[in-house]
């Protein structure tokens, strides 16, 4: 895992996992290995890169994940797993689907 701040142009799509000290102290790099977890899982793993991030912002709403300019907020350790099938995966697959439609 790298931790940047921005987004590079010829790269995969990435997930920005907030790694600052409140997100932190709330269990963020529990998110963050349950997260490595569940891309390969769903074989986004090469396709999605996760990357930990200085604070992205909303520190008062739970861990948070940015995808391009969505922010998925209020993730916690026990409920990654719900959250990324509900709310994760489909913004993933509308990005890898407008990029294979081009
Ligand atoms: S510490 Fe995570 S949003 Fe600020």
Known sequence: MRVDKGETL????ALFLCMGSSCYKLGAQRVL??????LDTYGLGDLVE???????GPCGEGIVIR???TYFTQLS??????RF???ILPAIR?????SVEG
């Not at 350790?77 to 719900?82: A, F, K, R, T, V």
């Open 10 to 13: 010829n790269q995969p799509p």
């Open 33 to 38: 290995h349950r997260m490595q977890v569940l």
């Open 50 to 56: 996760l990357k930990g991030s200085f604070c992205l």
């Open 67 to 69: 995808f391009g300019d």
């Open 77 to 82: 350790p026990d409920s990654i797993d719900e």
């Open 85 to 87: 099938v509900q709310d």
């Open 94 to 98: 509308v990005v890898q689907q407008l």
